[in-house]
């Protein structure tokens, strides 16, 4: 059994107590709050919060700690910090600060014989590894990234932050016809406006100026100016009703030619519909877990990315049955 | 550089002699064939075809040695045979016999020093890859893998051995209601009709009798009475002109759930659409050489499979410009 230690029980916590459930070799030790465990209600029985000013109490009780703070401030820090003690694994998602996570937490993994993972899930993660093989398998080519239709968190937020807003709830939509355009292999230049639009749903407060309201959200720099966004008003009810999800998915298109005279194309698309972001995201971290604890055994330790991890690892079926069942 | 032999010079071959060309650090150094290396024609300047009675004296000239040989008969000896002074890699694809031939060349490999990898390509290969992530991040769920629209070749040769048949060329091609019900998350039970259907163009001989020739076809146990077939008669110029090509390509689809109660439903889509299923394969298989050449290099010996790959070995980039510009 792979013992596992749960840092933070936000959406991504419970995606992973939940993931844990579907994965016969492992156990749910405890989960670590920052807020008194006493209020956490788990949905693991036998299990309890534990304060996280405890967590090395639980140094030999864990093999792999797993952790579920928000790439902003909590993970820069946390990660590094656990990493003295334990076996980490994160999904680090700030993709232009990757390589400084990684050399923070490479550093102290091998400085404490520990093996760290960071940036699992599914973008970084398996988006990433995607982009890998096929970039590699076809040089001559060119790849595309689409997100979608999906739930941005960060934008949703931006749209609360306008005075007169209650709640919101904003999608990011691949444009049909750039899927399409670059399907046909024939290596586009696609904008911004061209590949996503922006869908948001917006309660207002009563009496607030709409018209106002539509026209700050479409003028946001960076988050909304860019792109074609449609904007509805809906009721509170509605939103809960309609919104309350928290689907994503999206795309990775890589097109490219072969032959003596490029004359052959070829189309290697991999894309995703998750009805629940952070449980397809736990459940990456959690089959990444395996991997940990097995090159941890073997005395391979240092900071991993999913680019290191031999497929294999993550599953727990041996290599025989693997060759035989699924090659 | 990575220094190259090609063992074989069919479809394959020349496909991989296309692919080293779009990788600067690989170098085709010859082409091995068991006919008159003075008939072959290749297509890379300064490099010659040697007659496979003389690929002893490249033991040392050559860093892997690609296989491009038939599964049936070729690759269960050869492979075997020319790991024992080779690094070898081959596209062995069939299924049922992977276990076997993966023992064969495991404990030449092993006795040798060498490394060697099988069954790399695109199914086996890219497919089996996708079945193994997929099938390991949802544990509750179901898998289906449809080929198509492409050439099967061992179709296409059953109809040419029919009586009054000249030439033919079968696609097989998955059923569009099929892809749409995996892709519903219903996990559907489906029969081999249901999942692909067959398109026959056959060229016949004049005076044959073509509704006993469509019949036989439609007719054909394991080829074709399982499956709605379609048998169109064109003539040797139609065929020629439209029917030249080697497409392929095919999905491989899981769908699972997640949550306490299983209340969340995602698709993995993994697909390939391919002009030329040789150069394709190809490409796959100069990619993995890479790996080949830098597991020997650190002394990783035996025989490996797209399953023992970390995928950063594929590429010709350091992990840190992965880490930066990939993940």
Redesign the interface.
């Given at each position: 059994m792979i013992r596992i230690g749960i840092y933070g029980y936000g959406n991504l916590g419970r995606?992973i107590e939940?993931?844990i459930?579907?994965?016969s070799d492992m156990e749910l030790v405890c989960v670590f709050t920052r807020r008194d465990p006493a209020t956490l209600k788990l949905?693991t029985p036998g299990v309890s919060a534990v304060h996280v000013d405890d967590v090395l109490e639980y140094k030999d009780k864990i093999d792999v700690m797993i952790l579920c703070g928000g790439s902003a401030t909590d993970l820069p820090r946390q990660t590094p910090a656990l990493c003295e003690h334990f076996c980490v694994i994160d999904s680090f998602d700030t993709?232009a600060k990757?390589?400084e996570h990684?050399a923070a937490v490479d550093s102290v993994a091998k400085a404490n014989n520990k093996t760290a993972m960071i940036?699992v899930g599914w973008d970084?993660g398996?988006f990433?590894?995607?982009?890998?093989?096929a970039?590699?398998?076809?040089?001559?080519g060119k790849d595309y990234t689409f997100w979608g239709k999906g739930v941005s968190q960060g934008h949703s937020d931006a749209i609360r932050r306008i005075e007169g807003v209650m709640d919101a709830k904003q999608y990011t939509i691949p444009v049909e016809e750039a899927l399409s355009a670059v399907?046909s292999g024939t290596e586009p230049e696609l904008s911004t406006r061209e590949k996503h639009k922006r869908e948001c749903f917006v309660v207002a407060k009563a009496g607030a100026d709409l018209e106002r309201i539509e026209k700050e959200i479409k003028e946001m720099p960076n988050y909304f100016a860019d792109y074609d966004t449609t904007v509805h008003f809906i009721s509170a009810e509605e939103l809960k009703r309609d919104h309350d999800g928290i689907p994503h998915g999206g795309f990775v298109i890589r097109t490219g030619k072969?032959?003596?005279n490029k004359?052959?194309?070829?189309?290697?698309?991999?894309?995703?519909?998750?009805?629940?972001n952070p449980?397809?995201t736990?459940?990456?971290i959690v089959?990444y877990v395996?991997a940990v604890a097995r090159l941890y055994d073997k005395g391979d330790y240092g900071c991993k990315?999913?680019?290191?991890?031999?497929?294999?690892l993550?599953?727990?079926k041996s290599?025989?049955e693997?060759?035989?069942e699924?090659?």
């Open positions: 995606g939940s993931a459930r579907q994965n949905n993709h990757i390589p990684f940036s970084p398996m990433s590894l995607n982009r890998l093989y970039g590699c398998i076809l040089p001559d399907r072969t032959g003596f004359e052959n194309s070829h189309v290697i698309e991999y894309s995703l519909k998750l009805d629940s449980e397809f736990a459940s990456v089959a395996r990315t999913v680019f290191d991890i031999p497929p294999a993550l599953s727990p290599a025989e693997l060759r035989a699924l090659l």
